[in-house]
Structures are given as structure tokens and as C-alpha cells.
């Protein structure tokens, strides 16, 4: 069994940064699975917005987030983090960890989409104010 648990969230005014940090437990070895961020505003669908793969060694940003958000990990503590800078009040969202064992991030079709991803964490809320 895979646990993951996200954290770090909170409320940040515009053009602020926050770190967030994906905890893997259990039988989970980080470079066994693609991590992806995900966030889910009110009324909006989940939204891919990043994935790191260890094992291949690759990484993927939608458009929304390049340049402010960036993905790394740390194999030793089990942990993935996205570092978010430049907040807008748009990034406000609950924002969710997962992991996917057959995906690799170079997937451009399919590294959005929750459907490929076998584990969630139970989210952490942003909020951006103005």
C-alpha cells in the first residue's frame, strides 16, 4: 500500500511563494513512480500542472505554471516538493499530489490526465488574495 501526504499550503498574497511537499509511505520508492501536482479550484475540473520522473529523469510544466512553479525531489526523504512563485489569485486551488507507476512525464498526452495516476494524496489548499 502507497500513501502519499501533501502539505505546505496556505494563504499568500499575490506575488508571493509557497512550497508544497508530496510525503510518500509505505511501499513507495520515489523512483518506482512519476509524481504529478494537480490542483482543483471551485466548480473546475482537477488541472495537471507538473511531474517529475526520477528514473527517466524528466520533467513537464503545463503552460500556466512555466517559469513560476518548478518540481523537484529528494529521494532519500520520500518526498517530492513544488516551489510556486509568483502567485496569482488565480493559483488558488486545492492542490494534490499523485503517483503514477507506468506513466513517464515525457508523456505529453497523457501526464495531465488523472485517469493514469494509481495513488493521491488528500490535498492542500492555496489561496491567493489580491
Known amino acids: 500500500e502507497v500513501q502519499l501526504q501533501a502539505s505546505g499550503g496556505g494563504l499568500v498574497q499575490a506575488g508571493g511563494s509557497l512550497r508544497l511537499s508530496c510525503v510518500g509511505s509505505?511501499?513507495?520508492?520515489?523512483?518506482?513512480?512519476?509524481i504529478g501536482w494537480f490542483r482543483q479550484a471551485p466548480g473546475k475540473e482537477r488541472e495537471g500542472l507538473s511531474c517529475?520522473?526520477?528514473?527517466?529523469?524528466?520533467?513537464w510544466y503545463t503552460d500556466s505554471v512555466k517559469g513560476r512553479f518548478t518540481i523537484s525531489s529528494d529521494n532519500a526523504k520520500r518526498t517530492v516538493y513544488l516551489q510556486m512563485n509568483g502567485l496569482k489569485p488565480e493559483d488558488t486551488a486545492v492542490y494534490y499530489c499523485?503517483?503514477?507507476?507506468?506513466?513517464?512525464?515525457?508523456?505529453?498526452?497523457?501526464?495531465?490526465?488523472?485517469?493514469?495516476?494509481?495513488?493521491w494524496g488528500q490535498g492542500t489548499q492555496v489561496t491567493v488574495s489580491s
Open positions: 499523485a503517483a503514477s507507476w507506468s506513466l513517464s512525464c515525457g508523456n505529453r498526452e497523457m501526464v495531465g490526465r488523472t485517469t493514469v495516476y494509481d495513488y
Open positions: 509505505g511501499l513507495f520508492q520515489l523512483d518506482d513512480y512519476a
Open positions: 517529475i520522473s526520477e528514473s527517466f529523469g524528466e520533467t
